[in-house]
């Protein structure tokens, strides 16, 4: 079976923190470090970031190309058209969908979830975190572990059918949202992690993430989703400082 094309997707605008998928974190642009630790998971075969194509993201593509990141850009909008039409000229089958605001994305997660993908009859599949609110039989991970691994097929289905504008926005609503047609599967955590949130919204959340890699990263070193929760178990007042 093929190994899937991850497609990261990063715009600069954001009506809560504009420009944060360039904040600098550890030295380095906090996309920098989504694409290098996505690079880090054994079952990916390429790394691709989907951007929109206005002038706004003029920097984030600059970006790509300063740092030999492969690129495709498309409507601001209609993420579910960038998205299909990066897996179209990636050949993409399956691809898994990252989001830009999760620095502390864990490629050992990631291999995880492709092998759910792999070993099982489904159209797609998504990591439970954070706010996930459906029936689950064991627990969430962290908000900002997001990560979601679907086949072509479904993606261009979608991409054919899809009319509701949420639906063009958030590039797989249309699909987890019909369960009856589609075989959709949930990752689970042993215990339920829910309560962290290691996205990137606020400011808070960007000073929280550069706490974190200001004690566990070393330069080069993926550190791994375990490290982070022990650390936040340990140091709960890291939390608490952002959050005041």
Same mark, same amino acid.
């Given at each position: 079976?093929?190994?899937?094309?991850?497609?990261?997707?990063?715009?600069?605008?954001?009506?809560?923190?504009?420009?944060?998928?360039?904040?600098?974190?550890?030295?380095?642009?906090?996309?920098?470090?989504v694409v290098e630790r996505v690079r880090t998971a054994q079952s990916v075969a390429q790394v691709v970031v989907a951007t929109p194509d206005g002038e706004k993201d003029a920097p984030l593509r600059k970006f790509c190309e300063d740092y030999g990141i492969e690129l495709v850009a498309g409507s601001e909008t209609d993420v579910l058209d960038r998205y299909y039409r990066a897996a179209v000229q990636y050949d993409a089958d399956p691809l898994l969908r990252i989001t830009a605001d999760c620095p502390l994305v864990d490629p050992e997660l990631v291999d995880r979830l492709v092998r759910m993908?792999?070993?099982?009859?489904?159209?797609?599949?998504?990591?439970?975190?954070?706010?996930?609110?459906?029936?689950?039989?064991?627990?969430?991970?962290? %908000?900002? !572990? *997001?990560? =979601?691994?679907?086949?072509?097929?479904?993606?261009? $289905?979608?991409?054919?059918?899809?009319? %509701?504008? !949420? *639906?063009? =926005?958030?590039?797989?609503?249309?699909?987890?949202? $019909?369960?009856d047609r589609f075989r959709c599967g949930r990752l689970t955590s042993p215990q339920d992690l829910g309560h962290l949130r290691l996205?990137?919204?606020?400011?808070?959340?960007?000073?929280?993430?550069?706490?974190?890699?200001?004690?566990?990263?070393?330069?080069?070193?993926?550190?791994?989703?375990?490290?982070?929760?022990?650390l936040l178990h340990e140091r709960a007042d890291l939390i608490t400082q952002v959050s005041e």
């Open positions: 079976m093929r190994q899937p094309v991850a497609i990261i997707q990063a715009r600069m605008g954001s009506s809560r923190l504009a420009g944060k998928v360039l904040a600098t974190v550890a030295g380095r642009p906090m996309l920098w470090h993908y792999q070993q099982g009859d489904w159209d797609y599949v998504a990591v439970a975190a954070g706010t996930d609110a459906q029936q689950l039989p064991n627990g969430r991970y962290p %908000d900002g !572990l *997001d990560a =979601e691994c679907l086949s072509f097929a479904v993606l261009k $289905q979608a991409w054919q059918e899809a009319t %509701d504008p !949420l *639906d063009r =926005e958030h590039a797989t609503r249309f699909i987890w949202r $019909q369960k996205t990137v919204d606020y400011p808070g959340d960007l000073e929280l993430i550069r706490k974190i890699y200001s004690v566990l990263y070393r330069d080069g070193e993926v550190f791994p989703l375990s490290g982070v929760v022990k």
